[in-house]
């Protein structure tokens, strides 16, 4: 388990990245950590891997600070950045150096490189890998002590679209093992195919922690469709409760500002027939850029429209 109590970072005196910020990602479960650009969300992840110091407050893995634990890749494995590998070296020899660091068995390293599909790259220059290989292989040095714990930075950049079902399967299982794991990304609608929990933060501060559809279900984006053959009844009906009510081409109605069970109510009530009413709740993106809209630190024209 992860846990951030009041955890703040500053750079001088008018720099605060990260601000008093407390949150838990529980194991078992896939947490999506997102957040607009400038929103803290690297720097977050620097202060549990110790590689920066909280002003602050404080992160820790399983009760204690990451930088407490000896031989750290059997606690947490962590892909921060596809590119910060020697591209003189080769894969194998990579994560050799790193299971000889941390005490683990030369195996792993055949084991890791044939779990994320680099077998036969094994003993290729890094420099010469793809992003997609590169990001695979920083996969295979995060499981590489087969820890508890998993972080990942941005992990789909340059995977093609097997490789995104095989992440998006990855993560499901190590969840279903009981491990605890958090994947940053800026991929809305994959983190809606993937994660069930998320950590949502802007300027430093926590927006919501929660289930991904409560996140979603906070969005005034939600809207009904119906379909009736009552068509001057209802639509006048739902228009005196306050509702918006748009006609579509295909006969249907959209309705905003009334719950389902809400317009169900009504209809019955006077006697109106439906024969379709279905709720319609929100994206997550949808979601996600209304409720981080006054956290964004660059606002487009087109976005400052919406």
């Not at 719950?259 to 979601?287: D, N, Q, T, Y």
């Amino acid at each position: 388990m992860i846990e951030a109590i009041e955890l703040t970072k500053r750079y001088g005196t008018t720099i605060t990245a990260v601000d008093h910020l407390s949150f838990t990602v529980r194991p078992g479960h896939v947490t999506g950590f997102l957040g607009p650009n400038g929103a803290g969300k690297s720097t977050t992840l620097r202060l549990l891997l110790g590689l920066n110091t909280p002003t602050s407050g404080a992160v820790t893995v399983d009760g204690r600070p990451f930088a407490s634990h000896s031989r750290g890749l059997r606690h947490i494995g962590a892909l921060l950045d596809a590119h910060d590998v020697h591209d003189g070296r080769t894969a194998r020899a990579h994560l050799s150096m790193l299971a000889v660091s941390n005490g683990l068995p030369r195996r792993r390293v055949t084991e890791v490189l044939a779990e994320v599909g680099l077998s036969e790259a094994a003993g290729r220059r890094i420099g010469g890998f793809s992003l997609g290989m590169k990001q695979r292989l920083g996969i295979a040095a995060a499981l590489l002590g087969d820890p508890p714990v998993l972080l990942f930075d941005e992990p789909l950049n340059g995977l093609d679209p097997e490789g995104v079902l095989w992440v998006r399967g990855l993560f499901r299982r190590l969840a279903d093992e009981g491990r605890t794991v958090l994947v940053s990304s800026h991929l809305m609608r994959e983190m809606e195919q993937t994660a069930e929990d998320l950590i949502v933060i802007g300027r430093g501060k926590l927006i919501a922690a929660e289930g991904l559809r409560d996140f979603a279900a906070r969005a005034t984006g939600g809207r009904v469709s119906l379909r009736t053959p009552d068509t001057g009844a209802l639509p006048a009906l739902l228009t005196a409760e306050g509702a918006t009510v748009r006609p579509e081409p295909d006969g249907s109605y959209t309705v905003t500002g009334l719950h389902a069970e809400r317009i169900g109510e009504l209809a019955f009530a006077h006697g109106v027939r439906l024969h379709e009413l279905s709720p319609r709740s929100a994206s997550l993106e949808e979601a996600f850029m209304e409720l981080t809209a006054e956290s964004a630190e660059f606002t487009t024209a087109a976005g400052a429209s919406r």
